[in-house]
């Protein structure tokens, strides 16, 4: 007997849950549970418009100029890639730079580590410098500018207390 009023009353169930679901289906919409909604304002969620995004490749160093001894060199080989969002702290640049002399071979690299302010056409931010792979420089500010040159055109990048110096032709870039 117990199971047979389990049967009815689960079969009952069923058809008021269906008679249920089959009257909400064909009525109009819901009204608002509370009439305060009409009242207030709900912002909704927004996406800031991004900013552009730059990727720059050089083939080409122009110049170099060393922070540590004041040595200045015109015969540069080596490649730089620097790559930045506008108005963001996200950005990323490494040149590795040779000096061909016949009496010795110096190795340079010059990396970005913070991103400070930036836009289309500069970097300001902290670099690290190595001399033939020893950090020579950590922690130095400076800036990358003329950045928003077109291939065929220099960029420069000098320490803030106008030491450490590095130029070279754009060879590339793409710009989104």
């Known amino acids: 007997m117990f199971k047979k ?4 009353l689960l079969a009952l ?3 008021v849950v269906s008679v249920f679901a089959v009257s909400t289906a064909y009525s109009k ?3 608002p549970v509370s009439s305060i909604t009409d009242d207030i304002i709900v912002p909704l969620p927004t996406i800031a418009p991004s900013t552009s995004v730059h990727n720059i490749n ?4 122009l110049y170099l100029t060393d922070g540590q001894t004041g040595a200045a060199y015109k015969l540069v080989n080596g490649y730089c890639n620097i790559s930045w969002q506008d108005k963001t702290r996200y950005g990323f640049a490494n040149a590795k730079l040779t000096i061909p002399d016949a009496t010795m071979k110096l190795f340079y690299e010059f990396q970005l580590v913070a991103v400070g302010n930036c836009d289309d056409d500069y970097i300001d ?3 690290d410098i ?3 792979g020893t950090v020579v420089a950590s922690g130095i500010p400076g800036k990358f500018y003329g950045l928003s040159s077109t291939p065929g055109n220099y960029f420069k990048f000098y320490s803030n207390d106008n030491t ?3 130029s070279g032709y754009i060879g590339s870039r793409f710009d989104y």
């Open 13 to 15: 169930m069923m058809v």
């Open 130 to 132: 190595k001399k033939n």
């Open 125 to 127: 931010g902290i670099f």
């Open 58 to 61: 050089v083939t080409k160093p």
């Open 29 to 31: 919409p819901a009204e």
């Open 164 to 166: 450490w110096h590095f």
């Open 5 to 8: 009023n389990m049967f009815m």
